[in-house]
């Protein structure tokens, strides 16, 4: 494979399943590559046969095929606070456990408790490839254009010339035409709906909507304060210096009519 330069392609999973309860299943079923690029492959496990082999299935699109996420319990938005006091609430330590059946009934009930106070305080990341995904043709045309741009910087032919600048016009219509199409593909793909994030409204508010910066806010010890609520007390605290220093102002105004009159 090093030397071809090629790829092996595989579900990671094992494929092999001896009878032997003493031998450890192995991968030995896999597809080599070479060439393809990964968003058009998709490999699939099958159990339409009962035998020692699980078969594999590869899937070879022309359109980039879009992959579901793996499923994960928790990601970087998890609300561990809330996490808690909803575990918390769940939770009845008053129940005396008096046999085997009570205690894998807790166990059990206990686990479910976790996962839902996990999904009830962790919200969905949408992820989105950065940059233009562009197909295979667009990338293979691009190629083809700068190793025409090469030889025109190298030899200077007036036909390698004309060459590049048939593949840039075809290349800046392909592009155009990708352009086009996505753009259209866009209001059908708006919902109004919690699935979507209700992307219909949002929709117009995103077109001349100004991009607004948000300033850090820091702390009195010069640290700055990353949560909501440490900048809630920060607001707090500096409302209170306000509000004591406009009292403290009126104050001296009414001394100092006292004093005059």
């Known amino acids: 494979m090093q030397e071809t330069r090629t790829e092996a392609l595989s579900t990671g ?3 092999y399943w001896p009878t032997d309860l003493g031998k450890i299943p192995d991968l030995i079923d896999f597809f080599q590559i070479w060439n393809i690029p990964a968003q058009y492959l998709q490999i699939e496990e099958r159990y339409d046969l009962h035998s020692n082999h699980t078969p594999i299935h590869l ?9 579901e996420n793996n499923p994960v319990l928790v990601n970087r938005r998890t609300d561990w606070e809330s996490f808690r006091h ?6 009845n330590v008053i129940l005396p456990l008096r046999n085997e059946e009570q205690l894998d009934g807790e166990v059990e009930k206990f686990l479910v408790d976790i996962q839902q106070s996990v999904w009830e305080n962790t919200p969905e990341i949408t992820r989105r490839t950065n940059g233009n995904n562009y197909p295979k043709e667009i990338r293979d045309l691009i190629a083809e254009k700068r190793k025409a741009r090469r030889r025109w910087q190298q030899k ?3 036909q390698d010339r004309t060459e590049l600048n048939n593949l ?9 035409e990708l352009n086009n199409d996505s753009i259209s593909a866009y209001p059908r793909e708006l919902c109004n709906d919690n699935n979507t994030d209700y992307s219909l409204r949002k929709a117009p508010k995103k077109l001349n909507r100004p991009v607004m910066q948000i300033p850090p ?8 304060a990353r949560n909501n609520e440490q900048k809630a007390q920060r607001f707090a605290d500096t409302s209170g210096t306000y509000i004591a220093t406009a009292r403290e102002t009126g104050r001296n105004r009414n001394d100092d009519r006292g004093h005059c009159s």
């Open 217 to 224: 806010i820091r702390e009195t010890d010069g640290t700055w």
């Open 59 to 67: 899937i070879l699109s022309e359109n980039i095929i879009q992959k």
């Open 86 to 91: 909803s575990l918390e609430g769940k939770i």
């Open 168 to 176: 840039a016009q075809q290349l800046k219509r392909e592009v155009r």
């Open 156 to 158: 200077r032919d007036p």
């Open 13 to 15: 999973n094992p494929t």
